[in-house]
C-alpha cells in the first residue's frame, strides 16, 4: 500500500523529473552532455564496461584537461586489432568514515579492478564478450555473452548487467542499491535490444538470482526504454522477478538535461517486495544530481539521495548528500576527493555517518 508519506516522496521526485524531464566512466551526465545513447561509448548498449573507439577519443580529447603528448600524437582506441579490442580500469584510494557512537575509521583501499576484452569474430554481427575483476578479491566474472547483432538490433546470451536505470558509477546510490541493479549484482540469461534514432530498448529474461545459482522455476524480466535528444533525455525501466523465496516487482523513471555548463540526472523508483502470501512492503528510492563541468577537465558533482525503505513503517526516511569533485588532468587518469553525509532514524547509527573518500582512477 502506498501511503501519504510515500506519495509525497514519489510526487517531489516526479515534479523534479518533469521539470528537468538522462560513458567513457559509466557517467550518464557526459551521455547526457552530448545528447548521446550509452552505446557510443561503451561496448555493451546499457553503458559501463569497456569502451568504444569514440569512448577512448573522447576520454583523450575532451574528457581531460591536458593532452600530455601533443594534439598530433596517435590516439588509444582499444583496438589490438580489427577483431580484438581491451580496455581495463583500475580504482584505489581512501576512505574515513565516522559514525556516531563508534571510533571514526580510515583505511587505503584497492577499490576494483576489472578488465576487459571484446573479440569481434564477425564485425558488427559476432562478438563474444568479457568483464573479470580481477582484485581486490579473487578474480570474479561481472559479464561474458555471446552477442549478434545488425545495425539496429541485438540478441545476447550469458552473463550481464540488468538493464534498468541510469547506469551510473556510484554503487551506493540509494537508487541502485534498493533496486539491486549494481556492478556486483549481473545475472545470466538472454537480452534483447533496439536503438535507432532517439529511442532505444533493452529487454532480458534471467535466472533473478544476482548470477547465484538458480533454486526454482521463476524467473527476471527486466526493460529499460530511453528516448535522447541534443540536451536532455528521459527513459522508464521495469522489472519483474518471480522466484519461490517471494516475488519482486520495480519500475522507474529516469531524466536529464543539460543547462548551461550544468547537466541534471533524476531518477525514482518503486520497489515491491512480497514478504509473504498477501502482504507486500514497498520501498521508494530517488536521485537528483547535478554535474558542473565548469572547466575541461573539472566536474563538481552534488547529489541528494532518499529512501524510503518501508511505507509502513513511519519515520524511517533516509537521506544523503554527497559533494564530490572529478578532475582529469590527463587522459585515462582521474582523481576524485568526496564527502557524503547521511541522514537517516536515530536507532541506527551507519545511517548517520559521515564519509570523505580520495579516489585514484586509471582506466584505458
Known amino acids: 500500500m502506498i501511503t501519504p508519506g510515500k506519495m509525497i516522496v514519489a510526487g517531489c ?19 547526457t552532455a552530448k545528447g548521446l545513447h550509452c552505446s557510443s561509448c561503451h561496448s555493451h548498449p546499457g553503458g559501463g564496461g569497456k569502451r568504444t573507439v569514440y ?3 573522447y576520454a583523450q580529447t575532451e574528457l581531460a584537461a591536458t593532452r600530455i603528448g601533443g594534439d598530433d600524437a596517435p590516439l588509444w582506441t582499444g583496438e589490438v586489432n580489427r577483431w580484438l579490442s581491451v580496455g581495463g580500469d583500475l580504482r584505489g584510494g581512501y576512505h574515513y568514515t565516522d559514525t556516531p557512537g563508534s571510533d571514526a575509521s580510515s583505511e587505503f583501499a584497492v577499490n ?15 562478438t563474444i564478450y568479457i568483464d573479470q575483476q580481477v582484485a581486490p578479491s579473487a578474480s570474479i566474472n561481472r559479464e561474458a ?4 547483432s545488425d545495425s539496429k538490433w541485438f540478441v545476447a546470451g ?8 541510469l547506469r551510473l558509477q556510484d554503487d551506493t546510490a540509494f537508487v541502485r542499491l534498493a533496486t539491486g541493479t549494481t556492478f556486483d549484482n549481473p545475472d545470466r540469461g538472454i537480452q534483447a535490444g533496439y536503438e535507432s534514432g532517439s529511442w532505444s530498448m533493452i529487454a532480458a529474461i534471467t535466472n533473478g538470482s544476482g548470477g547465484g545459482r538458480e533454486t526454482d522455476d521463476g524467473k527476471q524480466f527486466s526493460v529499460v526504454t530511453s ?4 540536451g536532455w533525455r528521459a527513459g522508464v525501466s521495469a522489472s519483474v522477478n518471480n522466484a519461490d523465496a517471494g516475488d519482486r516487482d520495480m519500475v522507474g523513471l529516469f531524466a536529464g538535461v543539460r543547462t548551461g555548463p550544468i547537466v541534471w540526472l533524476a531518477e525514482v523508483d518503486l520497489v515491491t517486495d512480497e514478504l509473504s502470501q498477501g502482504v507486500d512492503r514497498d520501498a521508494v528510492a530517488g536521485l537528483v544530481e547535478a554535474n558542473w563541468m565548469y572547466r575541461q577537465g573539472h566536474n563538481f558533482k552534488l547529489t541528494y539521495d532518499v529512501l524510503d525503505p518501508d511505507d509502513d513503517i513511519s519515520e524511517d526516511l533516509e537521506v544523503r548528500y554527497s559533494l564530490v569533485w572529478e578532475y582529469s588532468p590527463m587522459q585515462f587518469l582521474q582523481g576524485r576527493l568526496g564527502f557524503r553525509t547521511y541522514d537517516g532514524p536515530p536507532q541506527f547509527p551507519l545511517a548517520n555517518r559521515d564519509v570523505f573518500f580520495a579516489e585514484l582512477h586509471g582506466f584505458f
Open 158 to 165: 550469458g552473463q550481464f548487467f540488468l538493464p534498468y536505470g
Open 145 to 148: 555473452y555471446v552477442r549478434v
Open 227 to 230: 528516448y535522447v535528444q541534443p
Open 112 to 126: 576494483r579492478a576489472t578488465l576487459y576484452v571484446e573479440a569481434s569474430v564477425i564485425p558488427g554481427r559476432l
Open 13 to 31: 521526485a516526479g515534479i523534479l523529473l518533469a521539470g528537468v524531464s538522462p560513458p567513457g566512466l559509466a557517467e550518464p551526465y557526459l551521455a
Open 55 to 57: 569512448g577512448n577519443a
